[in-house]
């Protein structure tokens, strides 16, 4: 059984910073994609940042570009997102995604087909 496991949330003062980590198990992804996405109260899912894990290449919503940065073990299915200049519109619940599969674009809901149960961030004015 797959499961992936997200920690690192909490509530933290604008501008401060924030690491989630997510563990995957039941299945190796070294071929694959990891990513996080997040919901704010009354919005839809949006994506956030992935990393492929064949090649490195990494990619981030234009909210986040240059503010944060996706990392990860590949050896031990574990991703990171370290989160800086943390502002009150990141609030959401934030939730780590993965797949197997080729994504051309990894930015969609669909094209992930395991998904952690999510973890909530606060950022306080």
């Known amino acids: 059984q797959v499961q992936l496991v997200e920690t690192g949330g909490g509530l933290v003062q604008a501008g401060g910073s924030l690491r989630l980590s997510c563990a995957a198990s039941?299945?190796?992804?070294?071929?694959?994609?990891m990513g996080w996405f997040r919901q704010a109260p009354g919005k839809e899912r949006e994506f956030v940042a992935y990393?492929?894990?064949?090649?490195?290449?990494?990619y981030y919503g234009n909210d986040v570009k240059g503010r944060w940065t996706i990392s990860g073990d590949n050896g031990a299915s574990t991703v990171y997102l370290q989160m800086n200049s943390l502002k009150p519109e990141d609030t959401a619940v934030y939730y780590c995604a993965a797949t197997n599969a080729f994504c051309w674009q990894c930015v969609g809901e669909n094209e992930y087909r395991y998904w952690g149960q999510g973890t909530q961030v606060t950022v306080s004015s």
């Open positions: 990393i492929r894990w064949s090649g490195g290449a990494t």
């Open positions: 039941g299945r190796s992804f070294s071929t694959g994609t």
